[in-house]
Structures are given as C-alpha cells and as structure tokens.
C-alpha cells in the first residue's frame, strides 16, 4: 500500500524551529521529487519546498527562503522539513507529496494526511 506519513508538527513559539518528516511506505522515494505544503487559515493551499529525485536540487517558496530546508535520506525512505525562525504566518497544516518525476513539476499523486504546526506568542 502507498503511503506517505508526516510527523514533527507542534506547538513552538515565534522564533523557534521544528522539523517535520515524510516518511513513505509501499514505494521508494528515489524515484519521486517530493514537495512540502501548506494549508493555513484563511489562506489557500501553497506549495513551499520541493526536493527533485535525481540531483537534489530544491525550490522554495519566497516566504521561507532562508528559513526552511529540505532533504531527503533515500536509506530511511523519508523526506524532512527543518523549518528555523518560525513566524505565526507560518501556521498551517503541512503536507507532504510525491511525484514520479525528476523535477518538481507536478502533478502530485501521493499526499499524507497533514501534521499541524501552530506558532504562537
């Protein structure tokens, strides 16, 4: 069974960091550039990162340059988000999600179900 899980969202205040893994089961993620998403409130769902499957390259969103990393370790089959200085803007619902392709191009077939991060003063 394909399947993509996120974990690592929390509660952390304004400033501080966490990080959210991928982790897939049923199909390696070699193969699959993967992306990370976000669902605030109010707000629609955006993509912020994306990790291609070949040569590591990586997109971010303009709102988390410099503050957001994304990597993969192919041995445990996951995909991570170290999301640093984190801001109330930041809150949302955060996805992970998988493409069978080289680049970030879409369209995205596996989706998780969502770890919540909630920042707050």
Request: charge should be neutral; charged fraction near 15%; glycine fraction near 12%.
């Amino acid at each position: 069974q394909v399947q993509l899980v996120e974990s690592g969202g929390g509660l952390v205040q304004p400033g501080g960091s966490l990080r959210l893994s991928c982790a897939a089961s049923g199909f390696t993620l070699d193969n699959y550039a993967i992306g990370w998403f976000r669902h605030g409130p109010g707000k629609v769902r955006d993509a912020v990162s994306c990790i291609s499957s070949i040569d590591g390259s990586t997109y971010y969103v303009d709102s988390v340059k410099g503050r957001f990393t994304i990597s993969r370790d192919n041995a445990k089959n996951t995909v991570y988000l170290q999301m640093n200085s984190l801001k109330p803007d930041d809150t949302a619902v955060y996805y992970c999600a998988a493409v069978l392709a080289h680049l970030c191009q879409g369209p995205y077939g596996y989706w998780g179900q969502g770890t919540q991060v909630t920042v707050y003063s």
